[in-house]
């Protein structure tokens, strides 16, 4: 049960300090999950950020998801989960009791601007975290420079993106290994 409780309070902790979602998780969890506590390695991290991408949900809870999974299967799974989502149900129930006192006050928007601009600055830190993992060889930029041109001038869905990525990274693993 204690470590339930220690994987539930560990979401907890990143889900109240993270504001802008699973990508401005990132460097919270490579610092807390993979670097402090030693549950996952690395590569696994940004296998299940790539994983997520492609599920339907929240990619942070999705995330919490796969590595409270790996800690105590189903039960750390759920734990996980509902660490990551507590405290902004907590925040959000709180701001809903209280919106209109907090709606036109110039201090809330404010803070709201100085949070948006903290919450780039952590994507942009998951960016490069995932592109100096993920993208590795020149096959890697390729596959980077054609993913992201069809996924922001096409309509195609990116779930086929992810997809066709996923099959080519098998394929290419596999004649790889047959070397």
Not at 69 to 78: C, E, N
Not at 112 to 132: E, M, P, S, T, Y
Request: hydrophobic content about 55%; some cysteine.
């Amino acid at each position: 049960m204690s470590k339930l409780l220690e994987i539930y309070w560990t979401f907890f902790k990143m889900g109240a300090v993270t504001f802008g979602g699973g990508y401005a998780m990132f460097p919270i969890l490579q610092r807390e999950i993979v670097e402090n506590k030693k549950w996952i390695e690395q590569e696994e991290i940004v296998d299940y950020y790539a994983i997520s991408q492609g599920l339907p949900g929240i990619i942070a809870v999705n995330v919490a998801i796969f590595i409270g999974w790996r800690q105590k299967k189903v039960l750390g799974g759920v734990a996980a989960a509902l660490g990551v989502v507590s405290p902004g149900a907590i925040i959000i129930t709180f701001i809903a009791m209280f919106l209109s006192n907090f709606q036109e006050n110039i201090w809330v928007r404010h803070a709201f601007a100085g949070v948006a601009v903290c919450v780039a600055a952590l994507i942009l830190d998951a960016v490069r975290n995932l592109w100096k993992k993920g993208v590795t060889n020149n096959l890697g930029i390729l596959l980077f420079t054609g993913m992201f041109i069809g996924i922001e001038f096409t309509n195609i869905s990116p779930v086929f993106f992810i997809v066709t990525a996923a099959i080519i990274g098998i394929m290419v693993k596999k004649a790889v290994l047959k070397k």
